[in-house]
């Protein structure tokens, strides 16, 4: 076997950098069109600006007046800031937004039209090429889907709440509201309005609060004092009537009865003090929490508190048949029920402390009446009026209460402040909605690499399985005798044409290890029908001729003659006749060729040859040309269709397989040079590759014999 010469091995960066050159087309392509469409969708893109304002939740407390609020502060903690999120991004709150923006006179303005980029692809190659489009929208501000109902306060809603971002880094107490729209101006008033939509929620919860304590309290103070006022005038005609001085008289009953007086005045003070409480707790809910003083129901009102931020992150991310989420549902359901029972614990304890004291004070009205019905008969007026000093002072202490606490809610009105305060208000953004034409860029160019990367290697790995020189000669040790570009009938009759070089030095590398032989003989096959056999075996021949060399060319395709067709050299078919000891190479079987050649063919004009008798007539015409001529060459049958054409190559010298490329693949290469080996004397097997330009592959030819390169 001709066996090549080796290179010495290329490092990897060699390696990759000769692969890149090798499909910088594949490679460049995709990158180019993806930037030329990143540049055509980003000018395309309707404009977006984004205003921020920053809104902080205060952590320092403050105390204008002594004294308790109606509302507690809120919990800084992260669910509470999460709330406090959604409650800027209800609906609720964008109603208050479109009223502000109203009352200042600015319109609301829809956001921009969510449009796909294939869309926006398909009218910038519109606009490109003058063609009018059944998508072509006017570039700008788009209109707002629900156009049609832009004046309702639910499409105005919409329309905010589609342009805003509300977020919190979870590491701080920082809120941030960010507004997109297609006006930056509008933008900037929304996110400022948003902001003080909030903080104005946040006072309208304490004003609320201490409006609806002023409504109970105020009608109870009124009531309260009225009954004070019947008491004192009671009291004060009693003591005319018995010409008492205001301190009595001073006797021991009377003292004990003053004493006891006392006592049964603070116990009322007590019960009515309990009754209030009791009665402020009723009109209160559990989760209010401050009504009735309770560590374990605020414990509670923060842990449902927690679970409806749980619950709402859950419903927020749309996992709506989660089990967390109807565990979360038990837990609420639990912590109300929780809530319930303390609550009516509670309110047991406060009427359990009525009971007590009214039992105390009834045991003390019965100590007095007994002290009375002594004192009667002398002191009755002095009783009575002892009685009704008792009265005035428990309805002047109920008074007190409730006036001191309807007192803190008047002074605490306009007082409140909110939780969070604006740190930094919105101002008139920036483009924001494309983003920036380096990103489209740099992405288109990730993008068309990472495409034109793929299709690179794919392309790679389909020419790794098409028979290559390189394989060739890696994986069978068959020389590549030369290449054979793309060829038309005109350039075969054409000897003077620039593709004769390739053929020359075919001749040259095939010629050279039978340079010691009289006669020599060789075989030219392919693998299918087609592949370039019968061009290489004329132009072969026809090299040899202009080389002053004798030539004998024998077609041995009995069943379709190709040399004779493609030579036009007579339209009659030559025949052979039956008998082996004949004489084959007589004028009668012989015709010309266009360059002088001898041209035979085997067959007969009625019915094709059979194997045997081929077999025959080929040994005797080889026995008589290596009388007459320096190279016979055997134009055998494609190996795939005729399996007889290994054969044919044994009775070869040297043996040329034809490989057609593209279209061959490497494992069948593989196979029949393998044979070919087998059969042909001291392996002499060479490849020529059809269809193949030498100068697009960079690939040297190998000189047969001496392993040495022939250059094209």
Known sequence: MIMPSTNESEDGISNF??????????????????????????????PQYTSQAVLIMDVRQRQVLPG????????????????????????????????????????????????????????AIGDIIGASTASAQPIGQMPSKTRLTAESDRSKIDDLLAGLRVS?????????????????????????????????????????????????????????????????????????????????????????????SKELAAVRAAVAEARARL????????????????????ALVVEKSNLERERANLIQHGALRSQTLVEIERSLNAVDEKMNEEFLRILGRFEQEIVVQERKKTIIEAEIERMRDALERNAGFVIEVAQLDREVEASSAIYESYLSRYKETIEQDGIAVPDARLISAAEPGVRDGAGRLAKWLMASVVIGASVGGVGALGRSAIDAKKASPEGVVAETGAAVLGFIPRLSAAKLRQSS??????????????????????????????????????????????????????????????????????????????????????PMLTPENLKKTPWNDDVLRLGNTDAPVSFSV???????????????YDVVILDCPAMGDHPETTHLAALSDLAIQVVRWPRSRMSDVRTALAQLATIVPEQRVGTVF??????????RVMNGNTGQLAEV
Not at 281 to 298: C, F, H, K, L, M
Not at 548 to 569: A, K, M, N
């Open 17 to 46: 950098l000769r692969w890149a050159w090798e499909w910088k087309f594949t490679l460049l392509t995709p990158t180019l069109i993806s930037v030329f469409l990143a540049i055509t969708s980003f000018t395309y893109v309707p």
């Open 68 to 123: 308790e609020s109606f509302i507690s502060p809120l919990i800084k903690d992260n669910p509470v800031i999460k709330t406090e999120l959604d409650i800027i991004s209800s609906r609720n709150t964008a109603a208050y937004v479109v009223d502000l923006l109203s009352d200042r006179g600015i319109e609301v303005t829809p956001p921009s039209e969510k449009v796909s980029p294939f869309v926006l692809l398909g009218r």
């Open 168 to 260: 919190n880094d979870g590491r701080s107490y920082t809120m941030f509201i960010e507004y997109v729209s297609p006006d930056r101006v509008f933008a900037a008033e929304a996110a400022n309005a948003f902001a003080d939509a909030y903080l104005h929620k946040q006072l309208e919860i304490y004003n609320d609060a201490a409006a609806k304590a002023r409504d109970f309290l105020g009608p109870r103070v009124e009531s309260l004092r009225a009954q004070l006022e019947q008491a004192e005038l009671n009291r004060q005609d009693r003591r005319q009537k018995a010409g008492l001085t205001p301190a009595g008289d001073g006797t021991l009953l009377v003292q004990r009865l003053a004493d006891l």
């Open 279 to 298: 009665e402020t707790a009723r009109n209160s809910s559990p989760a209010a929490g401050t009504s009735v003083d309770s560590p374990q129901i605020q």
């Open 497 to 582: 044409a620039a593709w004769s070089s390739a053929f020359s030095l075919i001749q040259m590398n095939s010629m050279l290890p039978l340079k010691n032989k009289a006669c020599s003989v060789v075989a030219i096959t392919s693998l299918a029908k087609g592949d370039g056999k019968t061009t290489v075996s004329n132009g072969l021949a026809q090299a040899l001729a202009t080389s002053g060399v004798r030539s004998l060319l024998v077609d041995c395709c009995t069943r379709e003659p190709q040399i004779s067709p493609s030579h036009r050299v007579s339209g009659q078919k030559a025949s052979v006749k039956s008998n082996a000891d004949a």
């Open 614 to 628: 081929q077999i025959r007539q080929i040994k005797a015409v080889i026995q008589e040309a290596r009388e007459k």
């Open 690 to 699: 059809v269809g193949l330009d030498h100068d697009n592959h960079p690939f």
